[in-house]
């Protein structure tokens, strides 16, 4: 059982937007900024989005991120075949003094 | 442009110690804006922070409840890397091992992933 909580599975069609949605408590999201990150089948997890909304560069603008309260949500709009991929949240839990990642949501492109 | 390479074998045999390597590129393990963390992902666990280590004047280490009394994460100034010993391990400590660097709240770079499977 996950400290944060997302749904294990999204689906959308080419161009559409999907969100995924990401629930903690307030010692994780609630204090400290949150990571979205996306895994390709093999790869090692990448960095998606930091500090709730900033995206790298690299990075494209249809990946956007946000956060209220205890909770956050990664939005992709325009979805191309190339975002079927895992995608995971993560933040610094001042409780447990670590980090703390959620169970995963894989998206797919219908 | 901050690398990390990892180097370990992909083979442990219960009972044994688990050893991994991270090298750093890019940045110093001394830095006094990063930490070096490693993390594992299995499928029965996900993804699991095993701990870290960051240099503020002097060294400091957290380490995850779970591995606490198993894990050790120790800095190499000298050859500007990290690595990651698990003594005791057992088949559940089978998985992918990342090793990562942080900076102001984020996890922004991860290592390529080793995968260590404990088996005789």
């Known amino acids: 059982q996950s400290v944060v909580t997302q749904p294990p599975s999204a689906s959308g069609t080419p161009g559409q937007r999907v969100t995924i949605s990401c629930s903690g408590s307030s010692s994780n999201i609630g204090r400290n900024t949150v990571n979205w990150f996306q895994q390709l089948p093999g790869t090692a997890p990448k960095i998606l989005i930091y500090?709730?909304?900033q995206r790298p560069s690299g990075v494209p603008d249809r990946f956007s991120g946000s956060k209220s309260g205890t909770s956050a949500s990664l939005a992709i709009s325009g979805l191309q075949s190339e975002d079927e991929a895992d995608y995971y949240c993560?933040?610094?839990?001042?409780?447990?003094?670590?980090?703390?990642f959620g169970g995963g949501t894989k998206l797919t492109v219908l | 442009q901050v690398q990390l390479q990892q180097s370990g074998p992909g083979l442990v045999k219960p009972s044994q110690t688990l050893s991994l390597t991270c090298a750093i590129s890019g940045d110093s393990v001394s830095s006094n804006s990063a930490a070096w963390n490693w993390i594992r992902q299995s499928p029965s666990r996900g993804l699991e922070w095993l701990g870290r280590t960051y240099y503020r004047s002097k060294w400091y280490n957290n380490y995850a409840v779970s591995v606490k009394s198993r894990v050790t994460i120790n800095p190499d100034t000298s050859k500007n890397q990290f690595s990651l010993q698990l003594n005791s391990v057992t088949p559940e400590d089978t998985a992918v091992y990342y090793c990562?660097?942080?900076?102001?709240?984020?996890?922004?770079?991860w290592g390529q992933g080793t995968l260590v499977t404990v088996s005789s």
């Open positions: 993560a933040a610094w839990d001042g409780s447990l003094n670590g980090w703390v």
């Open positions: 990562a660097r942080s900076s102001t709240g984020d996890l922004m770079d």
């Open positions: 500090s709730n909304n």
